[in-house]
């Protein structure tokens, strides 16, 4: 038995594809592909595997990363190929390697949010990212209950940048990730849209990398 961490992209209408869905999706490829995979004992066997940092629906992923272990003799190219055959369209093996980093390191991702030329004024987007208060409200606990609860937004961008290419502006931004704290782009995405009044399309929101606190990347 081995452990192993592979790279994969989410893509296209694949961005829909819920966490939950994913999970399923991952391991019906493994049992079609063949590839052998170590199951867990006891009373109720399941195969081993973990997503180190779950992307929220809407989103895009072009290096997101899952640890599974391996019981068997089997190549890391081969195991590529073989899940690459029986995947999904938007579902891709990128790479499979032994793993080096904990999840637990991952503090920083990367992101790109496309917006429409056309529609979009780039100073409006410099206004609303620049702001000391970006607030937000998510789904949270209290005393065991699910409450709506407020966060900044803007204490959790580490930096940005914005350019222009074929018809579209692309901002370039990196947020907190991880265990410690989590920014869900999604929720920037929304407030960008709904503070905008329309003057700023998104067209698509894609992660790019995974992060440790001193920048490096996830491997």
């Not at 829909?16 to 109720?44: I, K």
């Not at 920083?108 to 206004?127: Q, T």
């Not at 579209?168 to 920014?183: K, M, P, Q």
Request: net charge neutral; hydrophobic share 40%.
């Amino acid at each position: 038995m081995r452990n192993l961490r592979i790279w994969f992209s989410k893509t296209g209408r694949a961005k829909y594809v819920s966490h939950l869905d994913l999970n399923r999706c991952m391991l019906r490829a493994f049992r079609r592909s063949g590839v052998p995979v170590w199951y867990t004992e006891g009373f109720n066997p399941h195969p081993y595997v973990t997503f180190a940092l779950p992307l929220p629906l809407g989103a895009e992923s072009i290096n997101d990363v899952m640890d599974i272990k391996i019981d068997g003799e089997i190549s890391d190219n081969e195991i590529v190929h073989r899940l690459n055959a029986v995947l999904p369209e938007g579902l891709r093996i990128l790479r499979a390697a032994e793993p080096w980093g904990k999840p637990d390191e991952i503090s920083l991702a990367k992101y790109e949010i496309y917006f429409d030329k056309e529609s979009s004024d780039p100073g409006l987007l410099v206004e609303l990212i620049s702001r000391g208060e970006i607030i937000c409200e998510r789904m949270g606990k209290q005393s065991g209950r699910k409450v709506m609860k407020q966060i900044n937004l803007a204490e959790h961008i580490r930096e940005y940048s914005i350019s222009e290419n074929d018809g579209l502006y692309i901002l370039y931004i990196t947020l907190s990730a991880g265990s410690a704290a989590n920014a869900n782009p999604m929720l920037l995405a929304d407030y960008i849209t709904k503070e905008s009044g329309g003057r700023l399309e998104i067209k698509n929101l894609r992660r790019t990398e995974l992060l440790t606190r001193d920048g490096a990347e996830f491997i």
